[in-house]
């Protein structure tokens, strides 16, 4: 593997893992107007 894919690889991780936390947020925020509600 050269140092470009290793680059793009690490990329598309970072990206997943920021999806995962926005969804995890927005479940977060959910489940707390629910119970506040």
């Known amino acids: 593997m050269s140092?470009?894919?290793i680059f793009?690889?690490?990329r598309r991780d970072l990206?997943?893992?920021r999806?995962?936390?926005r969804?995890?947020?927005e479940g977060?925020?959910?489940r707390?107007?629910?119970c506040l509600r």
């Open 3 to 5: 140092v470009i894919d």
């Open 8 to 10: 793009y690889e690490g």
């Open 15 to 17: 990206q997943e893992v």
């Open 19 to 21: 999806q995962i936390r």
């Open 23 to 25: 969804r995890k947020a």
């Open 28 to 30: 977060s925020q959910s």
């Open 32 to 34: 707390g107007r629910r």
